[in-house]
């Protein structure tokens, strides 16, 4: 039944986000640490479980999909909510200190991507070309 | 009129349902006649939501873009954390864990570097442009780390109002530029795998930008880049008040 990919997803979503909120308290600072990244780390563990059992029936997955599906459009709804006007308005020191950090960031992903795992040779997977 | 606006007023959510998938509709097209395939349609419904947020801004002077608009205050609940977090959640489905774990060390490596190398770009860009107070220059660091560090990091230390709100600024600027501007040039960083997708989430951090980026780039890196930037809020909160600031009181006070 769709519900119990739903129901999962949420379940997933929430411990993970109680998680990150206790790892907060504990660091002592107000925020969620890791929270979604938990909970994804649960999502997989769980549907990966699932599926070895053979209990992961495909209307289970689709209640799960169907929300991945929606995260473009979700991401689209966030985009239009942003403070733009406060980006564009911030003032030179902003504006230089957030462009400059995006820039060499970036630089920095090729140099970084080379590092790898001790103890782990194989190469990591690339997507082909998606049209 | 007044009924068509009560009927609107009344179903928020599903108006804002419609407004994203018009606004989806249209990018298919500009994508398909205008770029001939060349820009994905997703990197142009971002820059699209980008733009009703500027002038949603704009018309209200409010801080949450189009929602502060009565009639479109569903996009706020469309494009709020709840279910923003639901959805990148949900990516993870079909994820590799293996992938994960290969790129472990490259990742907390990025995700470090990338909260030192953010607040050391916004503090020297600060002292450039004159601020010499470790607290304004620590917090205009922080806040380059993301909007969120920022005010926090400010209040913490007592920082002002007018430093607060650049920092605030400085993290949406490399939010809003991260959201437009990683499609456009994600092969010339290599940024096609997840391994790549890991280092980018902890390098910039910003998790809209990243997140956002990463779907109008490549749908399936999202999850990869999503694992790091989770956490770089977090480290930040806890390095910028503390070590950072006393490397900066250290070296500049």
Redesign the interface.
Same mark, same amino acid.
């Given at each position: 039944m769709v519900i119990l990919g739903v129901a999962l997803?949420?379940g997933?979503?929430l411990i993970?986000?109680f998680i990150?909120n206790l790892?907060?308290d504990v660091?002592?600072?107000?925020?969620?640490?890791?929270?979604?990244?938990i909970?994804?780390?649960l999502? +997989?563990?769980s !549907?990966?479980m699932l599926a070895r059992h053979g209990r992961l029936k495909p209307e289970t997955?689709s209640g799960?999909?169907?929300?991945?599906a929606?995260? +473009?459009? +979700?991401?689209?709804?966030?985009?239009?909510?942003?403070?733009?006007?406060?980006?564009? !308005?911030?003032?030179?020191?902003?504006? #230089?200190?957030?462009?400059?950090?995006?820039i +060499?960031?970036?630089?920095?992903?090729?140099v970084?991507?080379?590092?790898?795992?001790?103890g782990?040779d194989?190469p990591?997977? #690339?997507?082909a070309e998606?049209n | 009129m007044d009924a068509l606006l009560s009927t609107l007023r009344d179903n928020d959510l599903i108006v804002a349902f419609a407004l994203v998938g018009a606004v989806v509709a249209v990018s298919v097209v500009i994508s398909k006649v205008l770029t001939r395939g060349k820009f994905q349609a997703s990197a142009i419904a971002i820059i699209i939501g980008l733009v009703l947020a500027y002038f949603g801004g704009v018309a209200t002077g409010g801080e949450d873009g189009l929602a502060d608009l009565t009639l479109f205050s569903g996009v706020g609940l469309m494009g709020g954390g709840m279910l923003v977090n639901l959805a990148i959640v949900a990516t993870g489905f079909g994820a590799s864990f293996d992938e994960m774990k290969k790129s472990g060390l490259g990742g907390i490596i990025a995700l470090v570097l990338g909260v030192v190398l953010s607040f050391v770009i916004g503090a020297v860009i600060a002292w450039f442009f004159g601020y010499r107070d470790p607290v304004e220059l620590t917090t205009i660091g922080a806040g380059t780390a993301t909007y969120i560090v920022g005010p926090v990091t400010g209040a913490a230390l007592g920082a002002g109002s007018g430093v607060i709100a650049l920092s605030v600024g400085a993290g949406l600027v490399k939010s809003v530029l991260t959201m437009v501007v990683t499609p456009f040039i994600a092969k010339s960083i290599g940024l096609n795998n997840p391994r790549s997708a890991i280092v980018f989430g902890g390098l910039l951090g910003t998790t809209s930008g990243v997140t956002a980026g990463l779907a109008a780039t490549d749908k399936r890196l999202v999850p990869y880049g999503a694992m790091t930037s989770t956490f770089y809020t977090g480290l930040g909160l806890l390095m910028a008040p503390s070590v950072l600031y006393f490397a900066v009181r250290a070296l500049v006070g």
């Open positions: 997803l949420s997933s979503l993970g986000t990150g790892l907060g660091l002592g600072v107000d925020a969620n640490v890791g929270g979604v990244g909970a994804m780390i999502l +997989i563990l !549907t990966n997955s799960i999909s169907f929300w991945s929606m995260y +473009i459009p +979700i991401v689209v709804a966030m985009a239009a909510t942003q403070n733009v006007v406060g980006a564009v !308005t911030a003032g030179p020191v902003a504006l #230089v200190a957030g462009l400059v950090a995006v +060499i960031s970036f630089a920095l992903v090729p970084l991507a080379r590092v790898k795992t001790p782990v194989e990591v997977a #690339v997507f998606e | -």
